[in-house]
């Protein structure tokens, strides 16, 4: 029997890494329609390979080849569900582009996710990393999402509580081969308050002449932000922050601080501190630094990049290089954020 699903065989991932570092897969199997995952499921071979999901590619590192088959949710439909004047909440399936669904809400008049502008990868992945920036996270805006359960073989539905959202951090990343994100619900405002903590942000509307911004506004400034900042995918090979910001029991901080002033350290709702790995990187010496083709950004050190021709082993021991002059000089563990595949950190 077929499979319900567009099926190439075998695949150059490649192109589906943001990286775009060569690796290959048996199959790849493009889901158009999320009602039939369980069947595409239940089709699989019972092989005891490994299936790898993947969205937009942009959160991955290859460090070798997919194990097995590798499978992408391509449903981009979407449609405001309900809607009570004030505010509305619109439901995406996961193969929505993260980036112009944020753009499709705005144009529907929906405010909440502006400062997640730009960001990329899918609707899909968004929930499971918990994507954030310039003072929001995802997990804040998401009132359900769905998922298939691998386990149990059924559609699930999880509120925002169950999903256990922390930074960069959900149930759905600490259990990767148990669900499988079909489609996600966000509770959108009409007319909310900018979230305007990100002092970049505040000066970067200031700077327009911006007194009182529109979600729009605050999504144009973030694309300005991300655009001056963080180097285009599509023109140089990187997966955007490289490591998580360590969080730390506040007397580390304290400690750090002590012995460097300049240290940026920020509070986190739970009392313990966020060190901001791009600035250890950055004293260690890395910003802009190449090992062959693979590299650190010159514009900021939290960004792994591909010049052309690296390999994703060779990324991976860069990093790993960078993580332990951070560990000898500061005694902070770097964790990476991006998923690894093919090799463990
Ligand atoms: N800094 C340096 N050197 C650099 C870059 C930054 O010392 O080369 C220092 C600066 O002092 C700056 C601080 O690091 O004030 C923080 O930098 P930035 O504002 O760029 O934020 P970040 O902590 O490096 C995080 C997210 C980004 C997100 C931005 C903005 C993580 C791992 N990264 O970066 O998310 O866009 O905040 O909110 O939390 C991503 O996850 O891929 C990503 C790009």
């Not at 359960?149 to 259990?175: H, I, M, P, W």
């Amino acid at each position: 029997m077929p499979f319900p699903c567009r099926v190439t065989a075998p695949v150059d991932l490649t192109a589906r890494n943001s990286f775009a570092v060569h690796a290959t897969a048996r199959r790849l199997l493009e889901v158009g329609d999320i009602a039939t995952l369980p069947a595409v499921i239940a089709a699989l071979p019972d092989d005891g390979t490994a299936l790898l999901v993947i969205g937009g590619g942009s959160n991955l590192l290859f460090a070798g080849d997919a194990p097995g088959d590798v499978l992408a949710i391509t449903d981009d439909r979407r449609a405001i569900i309900a809607d009570d004047g004030d505010g509305a909440v619109v439901r995406a399936a996961a193969g929505n582009a993260w980036h112009g669904f944020v753009l499709w809400t705005l144009a529907q008049g929906l405010g909440g996710l502006e400062n997640l502008a730009l960001i990329p990868g899918t609707v899909g992945a968004a929930p499971i990393q918990n994507i954030g920036a310039y003072g929001v996270e995802v997990g804040e805006r998401i009132v359900a999402v769905e998922a298939f359960d691998r386990n149990t073989r059924e559609a699930v539905r999880l509120d925002a509580a169950a999903c256990r959202f922390g930074y960069r951090d959900s149930l759905f990343k600490r259990q990767p081969d148990r669900y499988l994100v079909t489609a996600v619900e966000f509770a959108l405002a009409r007319s909310a308050a900018p979230v305007l903590d990100y002092a970049g942000l505040r000066d970067a509307l200031q700077a327009r002449g911006i007194a009182r911004p529109t979600s729009r506004d605050v999504a144009d400034a973030v694309i300005d932000i991300r655009r001056s900042k963080l180097p285009d995918p599509a023109r140089i090979g990187n997966a955007g922050s490289f490591f998580k910001n360590p969080v730390v029991p506040a007397a580390t901080a304290a400690a750090l601080r002590a012995e460097h002033p300049a240290m940026p350290v920020f509070a986190t709702a739970d009392g313990r501190q966020k060190l901001s790995a791009a600035w250890l990187i950055d004293q260690c010496g890395w910003k802009g630094h190449r090992d062959g083709d693979a590299g650190v950004a010159p514009g900021h050190a939290l960004v792994l990049v591909n010049h052309g021709g690296a390999s994703g082993a060779e990324l991976l021991a860069l990093a790993r290089r960078i993580a332990g002059s951070v560990q000898a000089r500061f005694g902070v563990a770097l964790e990476p954020e991006p998923r690894i595949v093919g090799a463990t950190w």
